[in-house]
């Protein structure tokens, strides 16, 4: 809830409407909560909703539906018409698009362009190439001929999880969510998902979306509430959970394997990054830096895979400094529906009281502001929102906090380096180990450096152009396993092996 030190929530009769109420999803019905939380719009500080909070009544409620309902009709369905079904939610995700936009951008305030392009264009993409994926991943089958002349043929059938847990973050909601949902589906299990408090509505939306094309009631559930002594840990925890995906920070993380622990269950995790990027004095500077404009302020840096740490050879580093800074200045903050935003607020006041802490950090550090820095006064009603300065620093280095914890914002560090030997080791002295960029006209190079990357993905001369069907994922803090094409596949079912003598 916000502290006394952020600007209040305008109240609804101020702003001239009434705020929406959101429910819980249970078994197709709407469903009330134990109580109901506030969500404030990023963009002005406006009170939007009131979010039904589910309690442990709930959970139980949204387990149980999930239960019956993989035990019933949807469990025994077959895989060609599972992906029927997928592809049905991915055309009527097309249909009701603008609505989902209008959701994504309500909750988090981004450019309408963004919503539209990324977030909501993935969620009908991730439902597609699950469908083909699963209907084009075979079994692991042998035939087994021993040295005693016995032969037996082994295979290996893939049977569902059951009830998964599906626990998203706020900074790409459907993207993220339909990412879990449409593989966990596509293999037969049945979800309860807990959306982040912070964006509640485009689950929810998405919700009646899967009912109408056809997604029987139980199968797909939505909670809504917090994460520790709320919805979120109550799913964790429920003996009726057979899994658990999830996507955030590194901490919750942790939080969630201890609370899956007593009852060994398998968990997903798509955790925090740290991300570096290389620039090699033989790059293409203009591309480069174009790169690093996308890679460390899209989305306004809340992508796990954003740049906050940018390895630059001394020999190009003022003219990278220089042009980076030039692109962070050229950013237009505003609002969601104007053509000419290119960057929206941060999700949430609590979120850019962090990502300030970190500015303030930084300069204490010995940082030079080489771009923003601060809160801007951007007029029109928005200086409610939760609005930042794109910001870039110079000065600091490998020792210092900024440069070892994740902002999640609109920032990075500019670092030089005079070897490759030493650029692989700056990127790779880190505790996290998610995402890399190496910029670079020399392709052996390229190939040589982006495989020594301690990172689960490493991009060469573009950052984030995605292959559904490769594997998608971090190493340390960063997560546990992949996702994407049949590495989903695997997460969401367990195979059995069976062996037949010949
Ligand atoms: N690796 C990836 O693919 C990826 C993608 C997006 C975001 N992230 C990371 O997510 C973070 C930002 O998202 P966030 O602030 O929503 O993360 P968060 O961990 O605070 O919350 C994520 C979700 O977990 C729930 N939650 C929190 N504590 C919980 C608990 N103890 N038990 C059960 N559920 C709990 C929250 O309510 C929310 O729904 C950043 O660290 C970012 O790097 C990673
Ligand atoms: O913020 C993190 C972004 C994750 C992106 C994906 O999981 C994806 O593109 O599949």
Redesign the pocket.
Known sequence: MPSETMTPPRPAAEQGRAPRAIHNLIAGERVEGIGSFAKISPIDGTLIAEVHEAGAEQVDRAVAAARAAFDGPWGRMTVAERARVLRGVADAIDRRADELVAAEVGDTGKPESLARDLDVARAAANFRSFADTVSATGLDSFLTELPDGRRALNYAVRKPLGVVAV??????PLL?LTWKLAPALATGNTVVI????ETPSSATLLAEILAEAGVPAGVVNVVHG???GSA??A??THPGIDGVT?????S?GS??MR?VAPRVRPVSF????KNAALVFADADLDAAVAGLARSTYLNTGQV?LCTERIYVERSVFDDVAAGLAEHAGRLRLGRPEDPATTTGPLISQAHRQKVQSYFDLAVSEGATVLAGGGVPTLGDGLDGGSWIEPTLWTGLDNSHRTVRE?V?GPVAALIPFDSEEEAIRLANDTDYG?AAVTWTTDLTRGHRVAQQMRTGMSWVNTWYLRDLRSPFG?VGL??IGREGGHHSLEFYTEPTNVCVQL
């Open positions: 626990i998203v973050p706020w900074n790409l993220l807990k959306p982040s408090e917090f994460g520790a979120g840990e799913l964790t999830f996507t955030g920070e590194s919750t939080a969630i609370a798509e955790l925090g990054g796990c994740e999640f998610l971090g960063s997560g």
